[in-house]
Nanobody
Framework: QVRLLESGGGLVQAGGSLRLSCAAS????????MGWYRQVPGKQRELVAS????????YIDPVKGRFIISRDNPIKNTVSLQMNSLKPEDTAVYYC????????????????WGQGTQVTVSP
């Protein structure tokens, strides 16, 4: 059983910072891409940032220069999102996402989601 456990959400004033973390646990052979998505009520979930096992990153335009995604330990089963200069429009539920294989031969990657963590930015 694979789980993604998120932490670090909360309430912050505009201009402030928060750091989200997500740890993958369970029967894991290899983790491919990891990422953070966000969703506000009435809108589709959108990719915020992603990172490959080699450290290549991708960001949506609204967060470029403000958010930094990283994989934080040698095993690279933890992904973090450092969010700086937060804006009210960053308010959303943030979800961790990862492609993980559990089998010996690692022939199939399954996609997993965390439970979500609320980020609220006040004006």
């Amino acid at each position: 059983q694979v789980r993604l456990l998120e932490s670090g959400g909360g309430l912050v004033q505009a201009g402030g910072s928060l750091r989200l973390s997500c740890a993958a646990s369970g029967t894991i052979t290899r983790i491919n891409n990891m990422g953070w998505y966000r969703q506000v009520p009435g809108k589709q979930r959108e990719l915020v940032a992603s990172i490959t096992p080699g450290g290549n990153t991708n960001y949506i335009d609204p967060v470029k220069g403000r958010f930094i995604i990283s994989r934080d330990n040698p095993i690279k089963n933890t992904v973090s999102l450092q969010m700086n200069s937060l804006k009210p429009e960053d308010t959303a539920v943030y979800y961790c996402n990862a492609d993980i294989c559990s089998g010996y031969m690692c022939s199939l990657f399954n996609n997993y989601w965390g439970q979500g963590t609320q980020v609220t930015v006040s004006p």
